[in-house]
């Protein structure tokens, strides 16, 4: 235990101690909060690294695809003509049936103005059936929705108490049905139109 001189050396040396606590307390809650920060902005600049690096492969990846797309169209492209030249030489040689009208070029020109007409009409044709097609989806989805809304009405209207008493009242009823629904003298009778 310190003795001290005086009672106020002693306050002296107490609040001494007091403050230096209190400022090394506060010391190392600042240093404590740039370690904090320094660590912070490592980490920071590490997780913007790897969102950088992601971001460059998926760019590049992007980049790839987009160009081997593009290589593939223009292939694709290619292909068209290609076929599309082979095409036309096939219609000129049915124009000419293989060389029958090769002497009159009109005769041949004449075949092949109707193979590009009958190809156009076929595309017509084609185009109106798959147009008709569509038409018959579309009215048989209306049919089916009106057939729904039709069982929801007569469900609603069967479950109704006053047309359950109605239908009751009917069927307990002996002058309105007639005696045996089976029997032949229940139906109306048959007319027979016969000419001859």
């Known amino acids: 235990m310190l003795n001290f001189s005086s009672e106020s050396a002693r306050y002296l040396f107490y609040l001494l101690v007091i403050v230096g606590v209190v400022g090394c307390l506060v010391l190392g809650y600042w240093v404590g909060r740039w370690i904090a920060s320094i660590g912070n902005t490592k980490k920071l600049a590490s997780k913007e690294q790897e969102l950088f690096t992601a971001q460059k492969g998926f760019k590049l990846l992007y980049e790839q695809e987009l160009n081997h797309l593009k290589a593939e169209n223009a292939q694709l492209h290619e292909q068209v003509k290609a076929l599309g030249s082979r095409v036309e030489e096939y219609r000129k040689k049915a124009a000419g049936y293989?060389?029958?009208?090769?002497?009159?070029?009109?005769?041949?020109?004449?075949?092949?103005?109707?193979?590009?007409?009958?190809?156009?009409?076929?595309?017509?044709?084609?185009?109106?059936?798959e147009k008709l097609k569509q038409e018959r989806t579309d009215a048989l989805k209306e049919q089916m929705r009106n057939t729904g809304y039709r069982r929801v009405l007569m469900s609603q209207l069967l479950n109704d108490d006053r047309i359950k008493d109605v239908v009751a009242e009917i069927v307990n009823s002996d002058r309105q049905l007639p005696t045996q629904i089976n029997s032949p003298a229940a139906l109306p009778p048959v007319s027979s139109n016969h000419e001859g």
């Open 98 to 129: 293989g060389g029958l009208f090769s002497s009159g070029g009109r005769k041949a020109d004449a075949m092949y103005a109707l193979l590009l007409e009958n190809e156009s009409l076929e595309e017509a044709l084609f185009t109106q059936n």
